[in-house]
């Protein structure tokens, strides 16, 4: 099993950016396809970008050239660098895994079996 824990959210203006990171312990996340998803208060988990284990990248049509999954196999810990944030992107952020090899790495997270306690982020406008 991968034990996940999220780190790098904050508060930051319009516009800015944050990097989130994601450790992994007990198991490479080269072995896994890792997702992060997010949550804002009153609404439903979205799933935000997700990164095979070979490094296909998909992304949320709401992020978009704005945010970018990256792994460091070396490390062990999976990347979210968020670019031009918007007030939207508020939520408290999640990384997750699975050990399922489907194609693409899947955007929903009932496809994932590993889950971290979260990072929140705000963005103030």
């Known amino acids: 099993q991968v034990q996940l824990v999220e780190s790098g959210g904050g508060s930051v203006q319009a516009g800015g950016s944050l990097r989130l990171s994601c450790a992994a312990s007990?198991?490479?996340?080269?072995?896994?396809?890792m997702g992060w998803f997010r949550q804002a208060a009153g609404k439903e988990r979205e799933g935000v970008a997700a990164?095979?284990?070979?490094?296909?990248?998909r992304y949320a049509d709401s992020v978009k050239g704005r945010f970018t999954i990256s792994k460091d196999n070396a490390k062990n810990t999976l990347y979210l660098q968020m670019n031009s944030l918007k007030p939207e992107d508020t939520a408290m952020y999640y990384c997750?895994?699975?050990?399922?090899?489907?194609?693409?790495?899947?955007?929903?997270?009932?496809?994932?079996?590993?889950w971290g306690q979260g990072t929140q982020v705000t963005v103030s406008s």
């Open positions: 007990g198991s490479p996340v080269s072995s896994y396809y």
């Open positions: 997750a895994a699975t050990s399922s090899k489907l194609w693409p790495a899947p955007l929903s997270g009932n496809s994932y079996s590993y």
């Open positions: 990164i095979t284990s070979d490094g296909s990248r």
